[in-house]
C-alpha cells in the first residue's frame, strides 16, 4: 500500500506492543498496524535522579518495558515475537518529571503546575527485534528513541481545575491531561507532533522502521527461524545515534545463572510441567535489566542496541507453528478466544452485576480484599475476577509500584460499564446476563427445533430465583436494558439524515424513549410521539428526560391492532428483525394506510451484508430464533416498497445499528 510502506513490512510478523494505553493501541491500530497487546509488567520506578534529562528516564522506561514483555512471552505465551514495541510518555515543567497522577490531589498538583505555562511532553519509544537462535538462544535487539512537543496551557483557574479533575479524565494519563478530549480544552497551544502527546510519536516511530527494514545492515530483520548472527558476533551491541548513523562498541552480555532470578526460575519450572509445550527445553532466564550506563549511551533521539540474553529454546515451536501441516499460532489464537468468549462475557457480567466499576469509580485503587468486602464476596474469587478484567481491558492496577495490586477503571470501564455514566452499558449487561445467556444456554435445543427456547427458560425462571422477582422488577429490568442499548445507539441513528423537514415523528415501539429524546435534541424542530403498549408506557416515569419532557409525548397502544398517531415521519427501531412475516406485513400496511405521500420511515436495525457473509453481530443475533430474521438493506428496501415506501438512503452507519429512510410514493 502507498500509504504504509514501513508499517506494511510488518504484515505477517507477530508484532506486539507493550502497552496497556488504549491511546497508543488506537493510534497504532489507525496506521494499520496488526499486533498483539502484551502489557508490559513493568513497574515505572526507576529513579528519576539518575537521570541527567526527562527524556533519558522516558527513553529507558520504554526499554524495560518492551523488554520485560520479549522476554516473558517465550515462556509464558509460549511464542517468540518478532517485534515488540515500549513506550513512556512524561511531562517534564520546572525540572520535574509528571507521570500519570495517583489521586485527585495529585492530578490537582500536576495541573496547577502547568496553568498557564509552556511544557515539554517526552514519548519514549523502544522497538526490540527478536530472533529464535539455532542454538537454543533468543536474539534481541534494540533501538530506541524519543520525541519531543512543547505544549502551552492556558490559565486554569480552580473551578475548571476542579471540574476537569472531577470528570475523571486525568487519572490514566501523564501529566494529568488528555489532549485528545477534554484536556485539549486547556490547551493554547502545540509545538510539535501532536500524537506524541497522545502517547505515540507515529511519525517518528515509521522512520526508524524505515531505518531498521530499508537502510540499516545491522538488524537482522529476516523472518523468524531463520537464524541471523549479529553484525559483530553473535554478541555484538550497535547504537544508533540521531541521524541513524550506527557505531558499534563491544557488547555488554546479557546473560545469567539459573539462580539470578529466583521467581522466573520458578515460572519457567511451572510452565514446563503444565503446559503443551513442555517439550520445549528451557535452560536459564536472564533477569537483569539495561544497567544504568546504557542510559548514558542514549544520543539524543535514538539508541539501538542488540544483545543476546536469554537461553531459551523455542524452535521447536517455532518449526510446529509454521508447517503446513501443523495450524498458524495465529489461527489457534483465534479459536481459543471463540472458545473463551464466553468466560470474558461471563466475567464482565459478573463484574457488573456486583457493580465493581461503580465502586472502583467511587473508590478508585481498593485492593481485592476490600473490594470483597464491598461486593459482599470470596477474597479468592474476587481477586480472580478483578485480574481477569485486567487482562480483559476493563481494569488496570493503580499504582504498579504498591505491594498489593490496587485496581481501578479503565476508560473503557468509566465511559462505558458504571451504571451512572451517560452512555452507560450497565443495563444492557445485565440483559445481555438474565435474558440472552440463558436464552442462549439452550441454543442447541433452539438449532434442533428451529424456535426459540425462550419459553423453556421462562419456565425454569419460574422454577428458581426469578420467581421471587414481581412482573414489575422484571419489566423495569428488560426496559433498563432495551434503554441502556438505545441511548448508545440513538445519536447515530438520528443523525444519520437530515430530518429537518419531519416536524412530527411517531416512534413504534419506541419503549423508554431514549431514541424520541435524541430525535428532538438532533432536530429541535421536531417533536416526537412514542408509541408502545401501555404495560411499557406506564412505566415511562423511571426513564424521563426533562430536559426534551415538551417535545416527546407517549401514547399506550398495540402497533398491530390500534390506530396509529399521525405523524411525518414514522421510525421502527429495531422492531422488524423480531416479527414473523405475517406481524411485519400488518404492522407496515398500518403505517402506509396512515402516512401521507411524503411521510418518511426511518428504520434502524443491523444490515446484513447482501451475500448473508456478516456482520456476525446480526447473525449470531439471528441464533435467538425469536419469530423473525435478520435482514440485508436490500431486502429490507422490497419489504418497504411492497408497501408502497420507497428507499431514499440507506447509512452504514459504522456503528451498532445502520439506517434506512424511506418516503411514501
Ligand atoms: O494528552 C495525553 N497525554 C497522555 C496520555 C496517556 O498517558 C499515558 C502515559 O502513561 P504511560 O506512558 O506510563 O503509559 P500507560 O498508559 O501506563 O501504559 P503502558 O502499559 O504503556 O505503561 C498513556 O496511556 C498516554 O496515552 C493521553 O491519553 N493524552
Not at 65 to 89: C, N, Q, S, W, Y
Not at 254 to 268: E, F, N, V
Not at 356 to 383: C, M, R, W, Y
Not at 609 to 637: C, F, H, I, T, V
Amino acid at each position: 500500500m502507498v500509504l504504509n510502506p514501513v508499517i506494511s513490512k510488518l504484515a505477517g510478523k507477530l508484532v506486539v506492543l507493550a502497552s496497556a494505553s488504549p491511546r497508543r493501541q488506537e493510534i497504532l491500530r489507525n496506521a494499520g498496524l496488526r499486533f498483539e497487546v502484551v502489557p508490559s509488567w513493568f513497574k515505572e520506578t526507576l529513579d528519576k535522579g539518575l537521570f541527567k534529562a526527562p527524556h533519558e528516564y522516558a527513553v529507558e522506561t520504554a526499554k524495560q518495558k518492551a523488554l520485560e514483555v520479549a522476554r516473558r512471552m517465550p515462556f509464558k505465551h509460549l511464542k517468540t515475537p518478532d517485534i515488540v514495541i515500549g513506550a513512556d510518555t512524561i511531562v517534564a515543567v520546572n525540572n520535574m518529571i509528571l507521570e500519570k497522577p495517583v489521586d485527585k490531589q495529585d492530578a490537582y498538583r500536576m495541573l496547577s503546575s502547568l496553568s498557564g505555562k509552556e511544557h515539554s511532553v517526552f514519548t519514549g519509544v523502544a522497538i526490540v527485534l527478536c530472533h529464535d537462535k539455532d542454538n537454543q538462544e533468543v536474539d534481541y535487539q534494540m533501538m530506541a528513541f524519543y520525541e519531543e512537543t512543547k505544549v502551552k496551557f492556558a490559565d486554569l483557574s480552580e473551578d475548571m481545575l476542579w471540574e476537569y479533575i472531577n470528570s475523571g479524565e486525568p487519572m490514566d494519563k501523564a501529566g494529568g491531561y488528555g489532549i485528545q478530549a477534554l484536556g485539549g480544552m486547556l490547551v493554547e497551544y502545540v509545538h510539535g507532533d501532536f500524537l506524541n502527546v497522545v502517547g505515540f510519536p507515529l511519525n517518528h516511530f515509521c522512520k526508524q522502521l524505515d531505518f531498521i527494514y530499508n537502510h540499516s545492515s545491522s538488524f537482522a530483520v529476516e523472518k523468524k527461524g531463520s537464524a541471523h548472527p549479529l553484525p559483530n558476533g553473535s554478541l555484538g551491541t550497535s547504537i544508533l545515534d540521531q541521524h541513524g548513523l550506527q557505531k558499534s562498541y563491544e557488547a555488554e552480555k546479557h546473560r545469567s545463572p539459573d539462580s539470578s532470578s529466583p521467581k522466573l526460575t520458578q515460572h519457567i519450572q511451572n510452565t514446563s510441567t503444565n503446559s503443551p509445550a513442555h517439550k520445549v527445553k528451557r535452560t536459564s532466564y536472564e533477569s537483569g535489566v539495561g544497567s544504568r550506563s546504557r542510559v548514558s549511551n542514549s544520543s539524543k533521539h535514538n539508541d539501538g542496541e542488540s544483545c543476546r540474553i536469554t537461553p531459551l529454546n523455542r524452535r521447536q515451536e517455532t518449526e510446529q507453528s509454521g508447517t503446513e501441516n501443523q495450524p498458524q499460532t495465529q489461527d489457534l489464537k483465534r479459536i481459543c478466544e471463540l472458545m473463551d468468549g464466553f468466560k470474558a462475557s461471563k466475567a464482565l457480567f459478573t463484574a457488573s452485576r456486583f457493580c465493581v466499576f461503580d465502586l472502583l469509580h467511587n473508590k478508585p485503587g481498593l485492593d481485592a480484599a476490600q473490594v470483597a468486602e464491598e461486593i459482599k464476596a470470596s477474597v479468592k474469587g474476587t481477586e480472580c475476577l478483578l485480574e481477569a478484567c485486567v487482562s480483559l481491558g476493563l481494569l488496570k492496577i493503580k499504582d504498579k509500584a504498591h505491594p498489593k495490586s490496587l485496581f481501578e477503571n479503565t476508560e473503557l470501564a468509566t465511559s462505558f460499564l458504571r451504571s451512572e455514566a451517560p452512555f452507560s452499558l450497565h443495563g444492557y449487561i445485565q440483559h445481555c446476563s438474565e435474558t440472552l445467556w440463558p436464552l442462549y444456554s439452550h441454543l442447541e435445543s433452539a438449532v434442533k427445533e428451529g424456535v426459540s427456547q425462550h419459553q423453556r427458560v421462562k419456565r425454569q425462571k419460574e422454577l428458581c430465583q426469578d420467581s421471587v422477582c414481581s412482573s414489575q422488577e422484571l419489566k423495569l429490568r428488560f426496559m433498563n436494558g432495551m434503554h441502556s442499548f438505545a441511548k448508545i445507539t440513538a445519536s447515530a441513528v438520528a443523525t444519520a439524515f437530515d430530518l429537518s423537514r419531519f416536524k412530527t415523528a411517531c416512534d413504534l415501539g419506541g419503549c423508554t424513549g431514549a431514541m424520541a429524546y435524541e430525535l428532538v435534541k438532533a432536530h429541535p424542530g421536531m417533536s416526537v410521539t412514542v408509541f408502545d403498549l401501555p404495560a411499557v408506557v406506564e412505566m415511562r416515569e423511571h426513564f424521563l428526560d426533562h430536559n426534551a419532557d415538551n417535545k416527546v409525548s407517549f401514547v399506550a397502544g398495540d402497533f398491530l391492532e390500534d390506530e396509529l398517531p399521525k405523524a411525518d415521519l414514522y421510525i421502527l427501531a429495531r422492531v422488524l428483525h423480531d416479527l414473523t412475516d405475517e406481524k411485519l406485513h400488518i404492522l407496515l400496511s398500518k403505517i402506509a394506510q396512515t402516512a401521507s405521500p411524503g411521510c418518511g420511515l426511518l428504520l434502524s436495525e443491523i444490515f446484513l451484508d447482501e451475500d448473508r457473509g456478516g456482520p456476525s453481530r446480526g447473525l449470531l443475533q439471528a441464533l435467538s430464533l425469536s419469530e423473525g430474521k435478520q435482514r440485508s438493506a436490500s431486502e429490507y428496501k422490497l419489504l418497504l416498497e411492497r408497501h408502497g415506501f420507497i428507499t431514499a438512503h440507506i447509512r452504514h452507519t459504522g456503528h451498532l445499528l445502520d439506517v434506512m429512510l424511506s418516503v411514501k410514493a
